[in-house]
């Protein structure tokens, strides 16, 4: 191993998120040791390449759907092809054959740190924060890195955050990963899911569904429907249209209430 990437190995324990895990880290959320890989490519779509053959992409976060942002988040990656990456893998390979990875880019000098790549896409503004298919999100220091991007408008946070009260506007994104914001209506439980309804009417504003599972972990955190109704909250994932546009939370850190912010919905 070289000198820089032993360097890069020695100090990527002190940058990789660690405790960025959830209150009690569970098994999924458990970092395989680091090797040393170096970045061979990086896909219009986000898989990233290694030069041991590995396919990966970053845990974390959610790769943008829209240009120019898309290209511009691998021409960031790119910048590191050449350079010592720490790595270290979460859970198993997906569907795709693809490892969930934790990376750290080696200094270029011996006054810089070294650099995790799923947080500096998020604070420049060219990736979301997002559990995937999860239902246990094990980067939640990333979303507190979005507020700088949303606030200044950029990258991904160039438009305005979507209402999750207009629903004609939001079944125009049917399909895609969408962030809304608006006050909580009505909750309604049920012995499988329980909606969180951002309109009176399902065909005017989004509805939320939330798992047995993640509901359970929401109430523990003392998000219960007496305490959610009437209450600014963001929320995120992949937006379907039934009756009216719906999203399926499974990690409960995929819905924050808002304390004190301001709504950036038109």
């Known amino acids: ?9 020695i100090f990527a324990f002190a940058v990789l998120p660690t405790a960025a895990a959830p209150r009690i880290a569970p098994e ?14 990086v896909s219009p779509r986000g898989e990233l390449a290694l030069t041991s053959g590995a396919r990966t992409i970053l845990d974390g976060i959610h790769w943008p759907e829209t240009e120019p942002e898309a290209t511009q988040a691998a021409a960031h990656l790119a910048g ?3 350079r010592g990456l720490a790595i270290s893998q979460r859970g198993e390979v997906d569907r795709w054959g693809r490892a969930r990875i934790d990376a750290v880019a080696e200094p270029v000098l011996e006054t810089d740190e070294p ?10 503004g060219l990736a979301h924060a997002d559990a995937g298919e999860s ?3 094990c980067r939640t220091d990333l979303i507190k890195l979005e507020a700088e991007p949303r606030r ?18 939001l ?5 895609t990963f969408i962030i809304a914001e608006g006050r909580i209506v009505g909750v309604g439980e049920r012995a499988e899911r329980t909606y969180l309804d951002f309109a009176r009417h399902a065909a005017d504003g989004l509805t939320v569904t939330v798992t047995k599972r993640t509901w359970r972990i929401m109430r523990e955190r003392g998000l219960t429907a007496a305490t959610l109704r009437g209450r600014l909250a963001r929320v995120r994932g992949r937006l379907e249209v039934r009756r ?8 409960a850190d995929m819905i924050e209430v808002l304390e004190g912010e301001r709504a950036l919905t038109r």
């Open 152 to 169: 200044d408008r950029r990258g991904i946070w160039r438009e305005p955050v979507l209402a999750a009260g207009d629903g004609p506007a």
């Open 244 to 251: 009216g546009p719906i999203l399926e939370i499974v990690s």
């Open 171 to 175: 079944a125009t994104h049917a399909g």
């Open 135 to 137: 239902d246990v999100f």
């Open 115 to 124: 650099a995790d790549l799923a947080t500096g896409l998020v604070a420049v």
């Open 28 to 41: 999924s959320c458990q970092a395989s040791a680091l090797r040393e890989e170096r970045l061979a490519s």
């Open 80 to 82: 590191l092809w050449g």
């Open 1 to 9: 191993m070289s000198v820089p990437a032993a360097g890069c190995l």
